[in-house]
């Protein structure tokens, strides 16, 4: 890990199972802190090698600290000096290693509530009204705290809707500062950052750009690097990333797997190859890929035929390059996120990480895979990139394979690209491609009939 990386600012929060985990890291990344989300089962020693920690926090979940089995946190962080925040779940695992107590509420709270705030000159509420509306969600509650805790809010139904201990930089909440149904939240969580924290806010673009080229450069020495095209925004933001940071040792095969959006083979070699000079190879693969998904419907069987073959056909691109080491992938944090925790049921797999074959020849290189999607794009633009680059619709790997219903045709295929055009032309035409995230069109795998009358 480089010196650069270690020195950076950021805000750890562990993950106990919340919907709203990912939520609390955008949050404070929006601050301008740096944040990732880790399993709660690490320990205090490998917070340590995280470099420069300002503050954790606990997210909330949806389990009992009294279960069998309920997560848990490793005690010494509590010793390592760095501020601890816990929210919901947090509040009350923080409240149950310190010897207080949690029970099951007669009566569970959940949505907006009013809680009276006791002190607005310090900690979480400094400079916040004394009275505050914010989001509960919880079926426990905490009847008593641990001594050397204070009670900073309430309200009828929880008594003890936040505490703290100054003297061992210790905060709960038993709320969601985090949504903003908690009118003040942000502010809150801002209190935590830089007045308990004292973070600065040292995260930047600029910053992540000059931090992830030192560690491409560390990693892929002078060695070669392939990159998968997919014409999307992620693959494109990491070509032109890569070509800032090892220039001719990156070669781009753009797998054209008859699977685009209309034209988009051509402007991808257009904008990517001409502007920015990334040397790309153009791969027409659509008949191996229609072959591969002739007579499949399954759309969890189509992900991974495509993200097999596509790697396969870079296996065979590869056969003709020499000392070709390492795989370029756009994967995102939410990418990674969405594939599946320790905390959390794979809902499905991603493109980017569940379609992997085992004996795959390249070394992964995933310079994205710390960021959100709307910190992509914002990056692409710190790059110079154009918006009808940086603002393209997202489009996963497996491209219109996957807003095709059912089997893949070549006549299926075309319908969507050109409903999916027309589409994208009207929307355009009338200046919302910034107000609407994400629009395409599905060819669904059913007949429907007219009624007259």
Not at 92 to 98: A, S
Not at 163 to 175: A, D, L, S
Not at 373 to 383: F, H, I, P, Q, W
Request: with cysteine; glycine share 10%.
């Amino acid at each position: 890990m480089s010196t650069r990386t270690t020195s950076l600012e950021k805000i750890i929060v562990l993950d106990f199972g919340s919907q709203y985990n990912q939520l609390i890291t955008r949050r404070i990344r929006e601050f301008g802190v740096f944040s990732e989300l880790l399993h709660n089962d690490i320990t205090a020693e490998e917070i340590k090698k995280h470099g420069n920690v300002k503050g954790i926090i606990f997210s909330g979940g949806p389990h009992s600290v009294y279960e069998s089995g309920a997560f848990t946190v490793d005690p010494e962080i509590f010793e390592l000096g760095i501020p601890v925040l816990g929210i919901c779940y947090g509040m009350q695992l923080t409240t149950h290693l310190f010897g207080g107590t949690v029970e099951s509420s007669p009566t569970r709270e959940y949505g907006p509530a009013k809680v009276e705030v006791f002190n607005t000159d310090s900690g979480i509420f400094q400079g916040l009204s004394t009275s505050e509306e914010v989001l509960m969600s919880h079926g426990d509650r905490i009847t008593a705290i641990p001594e050397g805790f204070t009670v900073t809010a309430s309200n009828d139904h929880t008594p003890f809707a936040a505490f703290e201990n100054p003297e061992r930089n210790i905060y709960g909440v038993q709320f969601h500062p985090e949504v903003r149904h908690s009118i003040h939240g942000n502010d809150m969580l801002k209190n935590f950052v830089f007045n308990i924290c004292g973070a600065t806010g040292d995260w930047t673009m600029a910053n992540f750009i000059e931090m992830e080229i030192e560690k491409i450069r560390e990693k892929v020495g002078n060695k070669k690097v392939l990159l998968g095209l997919s014409g999307g925004v992620d693959s494109s933001v990491v070509g032109v990333l890569l070509q800032k940071a090892i220039g001719d040792q990156l070669t781009c095969i753009f797998v054209d797997h008859g699977l685009l959006r209309k034209d988009e083979g051509d402007q991808v070699m257009e904008s990517l190859s001409g502007k920015f000079g990334l040397n790309i190879i153009r791969v027409n693969a659509q008949e191996r890929f229609l072959s591969k998904l002739k007579g499949v419907s399954d759309p969890e069987q189509k992900r991974k035929i495509i993200g097999n073959e596509f790697v396969y056909v870079f296996d065979d691109e590869a056969a003709k390059l020499t000392d070709v080491d390492f795989l370029a992938q756009g994967t995102l944090y939410t990418d990674i996120i969405e594939s599946g925790t320790k905390t959390a049921q794979t809902i499905k797999s991603h493109h980017n990480v569940g379609g992997l074959p085992e004996d795959m020849q390249f070394e992964l290189i995933e310079p994205l895979n710390t960021l959100f999607k709307d910190e992509v794009r914002a990056l692409g633009t710190a790059l110079g990139m154009p918006d009808s680059i940086v603002w393209r619709q997202p489009f996963p790997g497996p491209g219109l394979g996957i807003r095709v219903l059912g089997e893949v045709t070549e006549e299926k295929l075309e319908i969507v690209r050109e409903s999916d055009a027309i589409l994208r032309e009207e929307i355009a035409k009338n200046g919302l491609e910034r107000d609407v995230w994400q629009y395409f069109t599905v060819l669904p795998g059913i007949r429907s009939v007219g009624v007259m009358g």
